[in-house]
């Protein structure tokens, strides 16, 4: 089992950053690829950014160049420092987690935080 709690999320203006933080539960974390997903109000989930267990990052175009994931394992922590942040970067993000033990697959979210860009 794997709790996510989000922190770090709150309102900046155009052009502004915030580094979001999701601390994880558990003693497996360094397994799970971890990634931050966002939902905008009447828009579906998408991805924003995710990590592997050997720290390989993927992002979609829209955040490349202006958003950095990363993750401390000794910590169980996973960062997403948003840069250059727009108003339709104006949404819920979420941590998840998702992985393999043995062969059952985990996947988990973590509630929310808020992130509003607005002058």
């Known amino acids: 089992q794997v709790q996510l709690v989000e922190s770090g999320g709150g309102l900046v203006q155009p052009g502004g950053s915030l580094r979001l933080s999701c601390a994880a539960s558990?003693?497996?974390?360094?397994?799970?690829?971890m990634g931050w997903y966002r939902q905008a109000p009447g828009k579906q989930r998408e991805l924003v950014a995710t990590?592997?267990?050997?720290?390989?990052?993927n992002y979609p175009d829209s955040v490349k160049g202006r958003f950095i994931i990363s993750r401390d394992n000794a910590k169980n922590m996973v960062y997403l420092q948003m840069n250059s942040l727009k108003p339709e970067d104006t949404a819920v993000y979420y941590c998840?987690?998702?992985?393999?033990?043995?062969?059952?697959?985990?996947?988990?979210w973590g509630q929310g935080t808020q992130v509003t860009v607005s002058s």
């Open positions: 998840n987690a998702d992985g393999m033990v043995i062969t059952t697959h985990y996947n988990y």
């Open positions: 558990g003693s497996l974390f360094r397994i799970y690829a």
């Open positions: 990590i592997t267990s050997g720290h390989t990052t």
